[in-house]
């Protein structure tokens, strides 16, 4: 089945800098990409999503990038603010079957 | 966007018995709905997923016979965890596909457990 392996565990970054989180995936089948911004007690929110049709996808200071050959896609933050300070997960799907979760990553953005 | 109801969202119970957590789909009819569990500061794992009207298909390692999930209408999913014991305590999410969608997963507010 698959398997998503996401990196950096915890990432600290300055308010205004940009911050990245890479996730690779094992199947090669997988075709969907969601992001999701986790705060403590909260339910997971979609904050973005690609598909493998789809190299790149941006929305304001939140970008994705795929790379189906290297199996790899990465979730890129611009101008970070301390609201930004959550747990993000990617992960990765084939059709409509489940919804494989990476381990996610504790981003904290200091004022 | 499409909203998932997720009932109740704190539950204290004592070992022993019986909880029961509803997942309900308020604008949308859901085919499937799946039930993840979440370890304090880990990430979410799939639990089961559940098809309206057919039995649940349950992922490698989860007790069959100790989370009980039915799924009898397009917009209602429970999941019942019997015979709690403490290291049933965590916090379980459901979440749900619409029929007409063309993918994104809509998740309930999420369902705190603790057994004492």
């Known amino acids: 089945g698959e398997n998503v392996e996401q990196h950096p565990s915890t990432l600290s970054v300055q308010e205004g800098d940009s911050a990245v989180i890479k996730c690779t995936y094992s199947?090669?089948?997988?075709?969907?990409f969601p992001w999701y911004k986790q705060e403590l007690g909260k339910r997971p929110q979609l904050i973005i999503d690609i598909r493998s049709n789809v190299g790149e996808k941006k929305d304001q200071r939140i970008a994705v990038t795929l790379n189906k050959t290297a199996k790899h896609f990465s979730l890129h933050i611009t101008e970070t603010q301390p609201e930004d300070s959550a747990v993000y997960f990617c992960a990765a799907r084939t059709g409509f079957q489940k919804l494989v979760f990476g381990t996610g990553t504790r981003l904290l953005v200091s004022p | 966007g499409a909203v998932v109801s997720q009932h109740p969202s704190r539950v204290i119970c004592k070992s022993g018995t019986s909880v029961k957590i509803e997942c309900r789909s308020l604008d949308f009819q859901a085919t499937t709905m799946f039930w993840y569990r979440q370890f304090p500061k880990k990430s979410l794992m799939l639990m089961a997923t559940s098809n309206e009207g057919s039995k649940a298909t349950y992922e490698q390692g989860v007790e069959k016979d100790k989370f009980l999930i039915n799924h009898a209408s397009l917009t209602l999913s429970t999941l019942t965890v019997t015979s709690a014991h403490p290291e049933d305590s965590s916090f379980y999410i459901c979440?749900?596909?619409?029929?007409?969608?063309?993918?994104?997963?809509?998740f309930g507010e999420g369902s705190r457990l603790t057994v004492l």
């Open positions: 979440s749900a596909i619409s029929q007409g969608n063309t993918g994104e997963l809509f």
């Open positions: 199947d090669s089948a997988s075709n969907y």
